[in-house]
């Protein structure tokens, strides 16, 4: 018995020793390896076996690191990066991992198929009119023009420049082409910087898309970076004052498939951060944003993944390497927030400065593809007027412009009707819903298709622009587009104003700048402005002393579209301008039947004189966007005796000769002529209405050097064969019309045998 007795005391002795000495060893290890204590670490260097640790490292590579080839043979167009293993009965059963990997690359896919920001603005009642116009992004996207560092703008005294300036092209040397060329495995901290309305967070939704459907950063044998695992943090849902771990933070993001992170899936996290990606969204909707620049001067929180702090001590950490060292973080922000994170170590630095010419062009077709026919009316509206063109370089503009004269363009083609071409119209809708879309105040806010509607702000908003408009008319008066901080003190963050990089004083001090989302806009509050604030006399003086001022044109045009529901202003402002003084010329050839009758010469009236010409075109601008005004013009021009109406070398645009057709549509109007105008393809289609109007008496035109094209000549061939047409003489001298645009006008001249053409390649009666 006592044996026995002994032998159990040996073997708990034995015990007890050995518990003595692991004891010692952990307290040992944990004096050398601080970390040793966490779950992962103490997990798989202490409790797990060598060999079970070797399977368990071996079981994961086979998870994360498939052959590129296996994972090509098994994706179908619907599939995710889902890790693959290979089939039969060794089969691995899917792990936490793959299944988080798995769900939040199923989950970004459907949920970023339809942005809220592309969804229809005018969705008809269930089942009543046009169904509504639902964009996803992958069929809308359009590349931007991105820039490294931030862009300068080199304002002019030239109107025409300084538009091109906010629409620049995209420089194939310098700008990224995708994703890869932005995040990199040099570049890992990148900061997006872009004005509202730019394609920030439309572009980092997209960046994840492509990685969520294995397009982008993928983990491929020539990719130097990817990721397992992504995450996207909207600065705008975390406004609430409330501390987080870092682990709360990821399973709070935009696209966390639960409510808890798997402990498997933080432990990877935590021992692959080189695989992970954040992205940060709108630090400038961050209520306490200006905490970021406080916590990375001065640290109060520790660096433990494990501790709970606000988000503004989270982001520093992050983005400085203290937590996670070595993931990928993509921060976005509008430049008025970048004092906040000045201090930051940002790998690299890009601005998003929107579409160039091309890309709107490209966006308008991806827009209608659906309705091609509709799609190049609207086309047609955009880019023949630059300062719609020019506006549409923002994309939230853009889409919100093709929205606007989408829906016109269905209305009107279903009662007849041409489109509208009043840009006050257009620019009023879209600064209201730009306005309610993207300023602070308004962006969170739900709203319905009864809000846009109308193109009205409501009467509180109107108020807050007062200081505004004040802002952009004396910019204007002054020839100033860009504006100091203290100009602007209390409207810096407002969706209007675009942020621009601040102007050194001196060695040690320097001073915030502004300018306007676009000259256009600051030229369309100047306006309003001026309609508010001004007596019909004062605004009666200011519009003659300055009408004939390059840079009050457009302002002007707006005044007029303003004066339509303006009961206080009447019409009178500006069609007192319209000039009276005509000229009589004498010459063959304003003779229909010339040349065969060289000799008869035919004396016409002509309207504008040369010296009145520019003053003509700008009021017809103006008189084109106000209904009282088009109709008082036309009683106007009624009273003048002249049968020609002369607008050689004024440099039309097709938007220009949609005003004149419009405005200049009295009946004894014979001649016309646009010689060297430069009217192009477009504004001949707008001279053609004329010649298919039934009240029309024009039997001689002019369109020598303008541009026009073999498309051109089959408009006018289709004009010529329309029953109401009275031309009797047409010519065509110095344009690029071919052997096909000739055909077009032969045939048409047969078909109406009274019409002389003259071109260098058709002479035929």
């Known amino acids: 018995m006592n044996s026995w007795m002994d032998a159990v005391l040996v073997v708990n002795g034995i015990f007890v020793a050995g518990i003595l000495i692991e004891i010692v060893y952990i307290f040992f290890k944990l004096c050398r390896e601080r970390d040793f204590m966490q779950n992962s670490k103490f997990q798989t260097s202490h409790l797990n076996p060598p060999e079970e640790s070797q399977q368990q490292e071996e079981r994961i590579q086979v998870v994360i690191n498939i052959p590129h080839e296996i994972q090509q043979q098994e994706r179908t167009e619907h599939e995710t990066n889902i890790l693959h293993l290979p089939s039969g009965p060794e089969q691995l059963v899917k792990s936490p991992l793959q299944e988080f990997i798995q769900t939040t690359k199923k989950m970004i896919m459907d949920d970023t198929y339809q942005p809220p920001q592309l969804r229809s603005l005018f969705p008809s009642p269930p089942g009543k009119g046009h169904p509504p116009k639902h964009l996803t992004l992958d069929q809308i996207y359009t590349n931007l023009v991105v820039v490294p560092d931030m862009a300068d703008y080199d304002f002019t005294n030239d109107r025409e420049k300084n538009l091109q300036i906010y629409a620049k092209r995209d420089e194939k040397n310098e700008t990224p082409r995708g994703p890869e060329d932005i995040l990199n495995h040099e570049n890992k901290h990148i900061l997006i910087v872009g004005r509202p309305g730019i394609g920030k967070t439309l572009c980092c939704t997209k960046i994840l898309r492509d990685w969520a459907s294995n397009k982008v950063l993928d983990q491929t044998a020539d990719n130097k970076i990817h990721f397992d695992a992504a995450f996207f943090v909207k600065f705008r849902t975390c406004n609430a004052a409330t501390d987080l771990s870092l682990r709360e933070l990821l399973t709070r993001s935009t696209y966390s498939p639960r409510n808890e992170m798997d402990e ?44 709970k702090m606000p988000l503004s001590a989270l982001y520093v950490k992050l983005t400085t390497g203290k937590l996670l060292n070595g993931a990928a973080i993509l921060t976005t922000s509008r430049p008025t927030a970048l004092s906040c994170i000045e201090s930051i170590p940002f790998h690299k630095i890009f601005e998003i400065l929107g579409f160039s010419s091309e890309q709107v062009e490209e966006y308008v077709t991806k827009f209608a593809e659906e309705d091609k026919e509709a799609g190049d009316t609207v086309k047609r ?28 363009v269905k209305f009107h083609a279903s009662k007849g009707l041409n489109l509208p071409t009043s840009l006050t119209g257009i620019y009023k809708r ?25 193109d009205d702000l409501p009467p509180e908003e109107e108020k807050k622009l007062e200081k505004l408009e004040k802002l952009a008319f004396e910019g204007i008066k002054e020839g100033r587009l860009i504006f100091g901080a203290n100009e602007v003190r209390g409207m810096e963050d407002s969706a209007l104003f675009h942020r621009l990089p601040d102007r050194e004083l001196d060695s040690f001090s320097s001073e915030g700048q502004f300018c306007f989302i676009h000259l256009t806009m600051q030229e369309f509050f100047a306006a309003k402005h001026l309609t508010n604030n001004m007596s019909e006399t004062e605004l009666r003086n200011f519009v003659q002393m300055n009408i004939k001022e390059g840079k009050w044109q457009l302002v002007f045009q707006f005044v007029a579209g303003l004066m339509e529901n303006k009961n206080n202003l009447r019409s009178e402002i500006i069609t007192d301008l319209l000039p009276a003084k005509t000229e009589e010329i ?24 040369k010296d009145e010409r520019d003053l003509a075109v700008t009021l017809m601008k103006c008189f084109n966007e106000n209904s009282r005004m088009k109709s008082e013009a036309q009683r106007k021009l009624q009273q003048i005796n002249f049968n020609c109406v002369n607008f050689i070398r004024c440099h039309l645009t097709a938007v220009d000769c949609s005003s004149l057709v419009n405005v200049v549509n009295v009946q004894q109007i014979s001649h016309l002529d646009l010689t060297g105008s430069n009217i192009g393809p477009l504004g001949c289609l707008e001279i053609c209405k004329l010649l298919k109007c039934r009240e029309s ?27 109401n047409c009275q031309l009797r003489m047409l010519f065509l001298i110095q344009n690029d019309i071919s052997d096909i645009g000739a055909q077009h006008l032969a045939e048409a001249n047969w078909y109406n045998c009274q019409v002389k053409t003259s071109c260098p390649i058709c002479h035929t009666s």
């Open 381 to 408: 509206h955009i880019t023949s007027n630059i300062n719609i063109l020019s506006l549409c370089y923002i994309p939230a503009s853009c889409f919100i412009i093709c929205s606007s004269l989408f829906k016109m």
């Open 430 to 454: 879209a600064v209201k819903i730009f306005y309610l879309r993207h300023s602070e105040e308004c962006r969170n806010k739900p709203f319905t298709r009864k809000d846009f509607e109308s």
């Open 264 to 307: 498997e899936v933080w432990n990877y996290i935590l021992e692959n951060p080189q695989n992970v990606l954040l992205i940060f969204d709108g630090i400038d909707e961050f209520k306490f944003y200006s905490e970021i620049s406080v916590e990375d001067n001065k640290p109060q929180f520790t660096n433990s993944v494990d501790e």
């Open 697 to 723: 008496q024009l039997s001689w035109l002019n369109l020598t050097y303008n541009q026009l094209t073999d498309e051109a000549a089959k408009y006018l061939a289709e004009a010529i064969n329309n029953n």
């Open 586 to 609: 004498e010459s063959a050839v304003y003779n229909v039947q010339w040349p065969e009758n060289e000799e008869n010469e035919t004396k016409v009236t002509s309207w504008p004189t």
